[in-house]
């Protein structure tokens, strides 16, 4: 809480206390996490050597864990600290570390080190190897990389929203396999042996090493039962059971799968940055586009503004002039922010439109350039993502 406020001293008062206490016990998954913090601090504090050195000390710890969450925040903090000294080669293969350890999760697995806060930043490694391709020389990132990251983090985004209720298989549902009840059987199994995990290390009395210890291989073992089925699953059925994202991007592929004559836009925000990959069946430029805020407020203008339109028939008729006016007006100032960096490299009649985060309540087909609407210079449509 201190930290979220920006009490960074105060915060670190308690978080080296919290550290010395937990580096004397068993709770070594908390012990990283007091350590984390501490870096976390003195980066925003502008101590990067503190920063690195109690990173250092996370990763060491981590090193006899099964613990990928953690070892995702290590690795994420790591390309942080060597971006903020501005050792580009550095952070690029921490980042792809972190992406490593991200995209080795199971969703469905709800271990105690998955109690963290971990599903704010999920998406930040993806984000910063975006900014890296476009803030750089683009040497240390790749064009296909760089919208690889960019569909990686959408994939999982969405199938993690569809799934997010963590609703259990249904019991006799028609059709269902011996494998797919034997995957409920051990995330039930699983989510039991985590609970007595949680109060074994949350025992006010002496605790019992040898149980705690008992408990965690019991719960190892059953992890790499849950793994083997899953591996086991038809495809369409394993797409049902876990949350993996599509991992076989292939720029190739999605520029073959393009019809004639269309082209693919997809934004994506890097921190505060708004980028576009603009895609045909032979090219693709990965461009910055715009400010995410600006965009931000011009929309709550158009939405403010057609929310004049249900003021009533007479209010719209008597002033159906200056409303026309006024909207069009915000749609030309979208265009210039969001349309026109990227007309130079349209091709083709149609056009298919994946938006981002606050993009999705915009109109894109209604965008105008002062002469002419988006929709009537291209046909229109939109896609969650590229490869979803």
């Known amino acids: 809480l201190l930290f979220h406020q920006g009490r960074y001293f105060e915060a670190r008062r308690l978080c080296v206390a919290a550290a010395a206490f937990f580096d004397q016990s068993a709770l070594s998954g908390k012990a990283v996490l007091a350590h984390l913090l501490l870096a976390r601090i003195a980066l925003q504090v502008g101590d990067s050597a503190e920063a690195q050195k109690e990173t250092n000390e ?13 070892a995702y925040q290590a690795r994420l903090l790591e390309g942080q600290i060597a971006q903020a ?6 952070a690029h293969q921490a980042y792809l570390e972190a992406r490593k350890a ?4 199971r969703s469905r697995l709800q271990g105690e080190e998955l109690k963290i806060s971990f599903v704010k930043n999920r998406m930040q490694v993806y984000e910063a190897l975006v900014d890296l391709y476009i803030a750089g020389d683009r040497t240390e990132t790749s064009t296909e990389e760089a919208l690889a990251c960019m569909e990686a983090a959408k994939s999982r985004s969405m199938i993690e929203m569809i799934f997010q209720s963590g609703q259990s298989l249904p019991l006799g549902e028609a059709g269902q396999s011996d494998l797919v009840r034997r995957i409920r059987d051990l995330r039930e199994e699983l989510n039991w042996y985590y609970h007595r995990i949680e109060l074994e290390q949350l025992r006010p009395e002496e605790k019992s090493h040898q149980r705690l210890e008992s408990l965690q291989e019991k719960a190892q073992l059953q992890e790499k039962e849950l793994m083997r089925t899953l591996r086991e699953l038809p495809a369409h059925e394993r797409e049902n059971a876990t949350l993996e994202a599509p991992a076989d991007f292939s720029l190739a592929k999605l520029q073959a799968h393009l019809p004639p004559d269309t082209m693919l836009v997809e934004y994506f925000s890097a921190g505060e940055r708004l980028v576009a990959a603009v895609i045909t069946r032979k090219e693709i430029q990965i461009l910055p586009v715009t400010v995410l805020s600006r965009v931000a407020h011009f929309l709550q203008l158009l939405r403010f503004q057609l929310s004049k339109f249900r003021m009533g028939k007479e209010y719209v008729r008597r002033f159906a002039e200056p409303l026309l006016r006024a909207t069009q007006s915000h749609l030309e100032t979208l265009y210039s922010e ?3 960096p990227l007309r130079p490299f349209f091709e083709g009649r149609h056009l298919i439109v994946v938006p981002h985060g606050l993009l999705h309540f915009l109109p894109f087909h209604a965008l105008r350039n002062g002469e002419q609407y988006l929709g009537d210079a291209f046909t229109v449509s939109y896609a969650p993502s590229a490869t979803v």
């Not at 991200?102 to 999760?105: H, I, K, P």
Request: positive net charge; glycine residues 4%; hydrophobic residues 55%.
């Open 85 to 90: 000294r501005h050792d580009r080669p550095a």
């Open 338 to 340: 969001l349309i026109a």
């Open 58 to 70: 996370s990763l060491a710890r981590l090193a006899g864990l099964q613990t990928p969450v953690l």
């Open 102 to 105: 991200l995209e080795a999760l």
